[in-house]
């Protein structure tokens, strides 16, 4: 999936195109990485729509299929447009456990998991890498 406007993609996948859902999505649209709803939430400036309203918005986009969800350790979901993914597999992200940052490495390429014990349907892969980034690593903290 190539940048396609927020306008677009809520007409598209037939969900209303509310100021707020428009807002999210251009938040969305010019990260650099995932967001998390709190994230999310101060991007969007004042007046911005209540929390409940935001998480509607993102399970909506999930279940839409052109937003991902990223997990951390702590269970902190992290949302990102889909566009850089397959319908089954999505590039793999770093998350530094120090500054708790997580990086998308969209040209790391992983190889699907094909052979698992029978009776197991993989619907989606996800590759999640931990340790420590570039900056935190040269801190030496």
């Not at 251009?26 to 999310?40: D, Y």
């Not at 998308?104 to 190889?111: E, G, H, N």
């Not at 094909?114 to 349907?121: A, Q, V, W």
Request: with cysteine; proline share 7%.
């Amino acid at each position: 999936m190539r940048r396609t406007q927020p306008e677009t993609l809520l007409k598209t996948h037939g969900l209303r195109r509310t100021r707020a859902r428009l807002r999210i999505l251009e938040v969305l649209k010019a990260a650099r990485k995932p967001l998390s709803q709190a994230g999310i939430l101060a991007h969007l400036g004042t007046p911005r729509p209540d929390r409940v309203s935001v998480y509607r918005a993102l399970d909506a986009f999930v279940e839409a299929g052109f937003l991902h969800r990223a997990y951390v350790d702590d269970r902190t979901s992290m949302f990102e447009l889909a566009d850089r993914c397959g319908p089954t597999m999505c590039h793999p992200h770093f998350y530094c456990r120090k500054c708790r940052e997580i990086f998308c490495l969209p040209d790391s390429k992983v190889p699907r998991i094909s052979r698992l014990p029978k009776g197991f349907i993989v619907e989606r892969q996800k590759v999640s890498l931990e340790g420590l980034c570039p900056k935190c690593r040269a801190s030496g903290d």
